[in-house]
């Protein structure tokens, strides 16, 4: 071959190589997840919020994000760890009845730490798999052994932990601070929840005082977080990205409607679960029992919808799991449905609502290396977090019914060197850095080195866990709008397909190597 013919191919392959590798994402590999429950999308109108808004300003926001139906903290915090709806994942409220187990799932009780209830790969595991470094720091669902596994380290739930500990454990995690296998190990990926503001809207309701002062206490206590990152050096590696599971609307001990008020009792055999969303199984000995107990309640009371299982909308997705029991009874918002008297509902504030609803939607905002700073993006899906964060980290995704497309547009891939400006004043938040993050809080438990055998529940059938784009079902089912004066969200369709980041990914791995070779090969020749 003529020499000037070969060294003029090995010019342009160099170049073209040089060329695909800037388009290829880089990525710091750095992200940490935090969940602040029922933190409403319009809270940060009530207060000020420095801390914040300085992670707004830095970074990307979305004015709301659409959470899943139904809006509970345990079905929700596992869609954004599984990019899963809940029919798909298996955590279908906070209370659940398995016909085939025939046990009930509470995760107050033994049932919630059995694996065999969890379906999915959440986040933690999906990076552990794929030998990089996951911690978590009370997530629910992330004391379970899922697949026989947790994350490579994480704590069972304790809500008396001041917020201050897990920061600082965090940040050694991230400093590479604590020993995996006997080796001081940075970690990639670290996810830790907060039970406020949730816990004073249930008590005080959205509108109260004392959700003001909660906001407020958050915003604080992400001041403290920054400035501990910033003190690390941290700041300007890691990205973040703050979330909630679902929103919160007033409860009215006036708004309660009485299953026992309208049915025959005998043809109900369990009620599993209480609140604005019931599921009612109908008595199994009895062939003729559901179509009367749905004869009975689809009238019974103006501010209840009730749906056969074949017929609750395809947009909830949410039917096609054995858990959803034969009748699925939903309330209007601020109404909440019991099966007899004895069951109370205290506090002034409740969610679990149809997730269209306005004050059912989370927030979100995220700031680091990788996001662009200072831009507002359009409403996305819950279920979208879980792709972009294992675009973030490099590791390629579970099946999931998320799509990165719908949430790319916040991230920058290439990015250069970046100097935060200066974090807002606060004498409450002053950080100083860590000399030796082990000290500050006990280790935690690692029980991954001694799996137990649990059962696995089958995932939905496989269109039930590859994301569809969402269509109009008016002219399929009967879909009655919830009854309210409160505004609801409708979600556009989505026509992209969630998977295709990965076969992108997928082809600039082959062509690095095929550019490699090439290359290679000419360089030869020309010698």
């Not at 069972?156 to 897990?166: A, L, V």
């Not at 001081?184 to 005082?209: C, I, K, L, R």
């Not at 500050?440 to 994301?467: G, H």
């Not at 550019?515 to 020309?526: A, P, Q």
Request: aromatic share 10%; net charge negative.
């Amino acid at each position: 071959m003529d020499v000037y013919l070969t060294a003029n191919i090995v010019i342009f392959i160099i170049f073209l190589y040089s060329e695909m590798r800037l388009a290829r994402a880089e990525y710091t590999e750095k992200l940490l997840l935090l969940s602040f429950d029922g933190f409403r999308w319009d809270y940060l109108d009530k207060v000020e919020t420095p801390f914040l808004d300085y992670i707004a300003g830095c970074g990307a926001k979305a004015p709301y994000i659409n959470g899943t139906f139904i809006t509970k903290t345990f079905p929700s915090h596992y869609t954004i760890a599984t990019g899963l709806y809940e029919e798909s994942h298996g955590i279908i409220g906070n209370t659940m009845y398995d016909p085939i187990f025939d046990e009930v799932f509470s995760i107050k009780a033994r049932t919630g730490k059995e694996g065999r209830w969890w379906g999915g790969e959440p986040i933690w595991l999906t990076v552990k798999k794929q030998h990089k470094v996951s911690g978590t720091y009370f997530w629910p669902g992330s004391d379970v052994s899922i697949q026989n596994e947790n994350a490579n380290m994480w704590f069972n739930y304790n809500q008396n932990t001041p917020y201050e500990d897990r920061v600082n454990k965090m940040v050694s995690w991230f400093k590479g601070e604590d020993k995996i296998q006997d080796k001081p190990t940075s970690f990639n990926f670290v996810a830790m929840y907060y039970h406020e503001p949730d816990f004073s809207g249930h008590q005080h309701g959205p509108d109260s005082a004392e959700v003001e002062q909660a906001v407020k206490d958050v915003d604080r206590l992400i001041g403290y977080l920054l400035n501990k990152l910033r003190a690390n050096n941290l700041l300007e590696v890691v990205n973040i990205i703050i979330t909630s599971d679902h929103g919160m609307t007033k409860m009215s001990q006036d708004k309660i409607i009485t299953l026992t008020d309208y049915v025959t009792v005998s043809d109900v055999e369990r009620v599993p679960d209480h609140g604005p969303i019931c599921n009612i199984l109908p008595n199994k000995k009895d062939q003729d029992a559901k179509q009367r107990l749905y004869n009975q309640l689809k009238d019974a009371h103006p501010n209840m919808t009730v749906y056969l299982k074949e017929d609750i909308p395809d947009i909830f997705h949410y039917k096609n799991n054995r858990r959803v029991m034969p009748i699925l009874a939903i309330a209007d918002e601020g109404w909440v449905i019991r099966w007899n008297q004895s069951f109370m509902f205290p506090g002034n504030g409740t969610h679990g609502y149809d997730n269209r609803y306005m004050s059912m939607k989370p927030i979100f905002m995220a700031m680091g290396p990788n996001f662009k700073e200072g831009i507002t993006v359009n409403p996305f899906k819950q279920v979208d977090i879980y792709p972009l964060m294992c675009q973030l980290l490099n590791v390629q995704p579970a099946a999931n019914n998320g799509s990165l497309a719908s949430v790319s547009s916040m991230l920058r891939n290439t990015p250069s060197e970046v100097h935060w400006p200066p974090l807002p004043k606060s004498e409450e938040t002053t950080a100083q850095p860590d000399n030796d993050g082990s000290s500050e809080v006990n280790q935690p438990l690692t029980r991954t080195s001694s799996p137990i055998e649990v059962e696995q529940p089958p995932l939905p059938k496989s269109e039930e866990t590859t994301a569809q784009p969402d269509i109009d079902i008016s002219s399929k089912v009967n879909q009655p709008l919830p009854r309210t004066s409160s505004p609801i969200e409708v979600e556009q369709p989505i026509s992209t397909t969630p998977m295709s980041s990965q076969a992108h990914t997928h082809g600039l791995h082959l062509v690095d190597i095929l550019l490699k070779f090439m290359c290679s090969f000419s360089i030869t020749l020309l010698i």
